[in-house]
């Protein structure tokens, strides 16, 4: 939860630009400096236990990961001179399709049976491998491509 507070508050290349606010090198220069630096954020992990656990152990590093990484490049960004402001967004007229929306309660559990059902079929069980296949092909007539 904590994770998609702090994802909701970072802004990406989509939504924002860099403006130059002082002296320093080129945009280009910056990123490129920041951006090699950036890697001494990242921290390992040693996980112990289920697959589950150590899967959702992984996914936690991984994003604590991205959350120091994004963090230090805006503050390194900053001190070369260039912050990062939100575009100007256009006006959205409000339409029923963008008020109404609700989630497919389908797609959770679906996931979660194939994820176990994938986990089970890299252990060597046959039927798992099956059921795999037949969970994908629910997943991608519920919109959900899993690459599979």
Request: net charge positive; charged share 15%.
């Amino acid at each position: 939860m904590a994770a998609t507070l702090a994802f909701a508050g970072c802004q990406t290349s989509a939504n924002s630009h860099w403006e130059q606010i002082g002296a320093g090198p080129t945009l280009e220069y910056a990123n490129a400096q920041c951006s090699i630096m950036s890697a001494s954020t990242q921290q390992g992990l040693v996980a112990l236990g289920s697959p589950s656990y150590v899967a959702g152990a992984q996914l936690g590093n991984a994003l604590g990961n991205a959350i120091r990484q994004a963090q230090f490049m805006k503050d390194c960004m900053v001190l070369q001179g260039w912050k990062q402001v939100p575009n100007a967004k256009p006006a959205v007229a409000k339409t029923a399709a963008t008020t109404s929306f609700k989630p497919n309660p389908e797609i959770a559990p679906n996931m979660m049976a194939w994820s176990s059902a994938n986990n089970k079929c890299m252990a060597g069980d046959k039927d798992a491998c099956a059921r795999k296949v037949v969970l994908a092909a629910k997943l991608r007539t519920l919109g959900v491509d899993i690459g599979v």
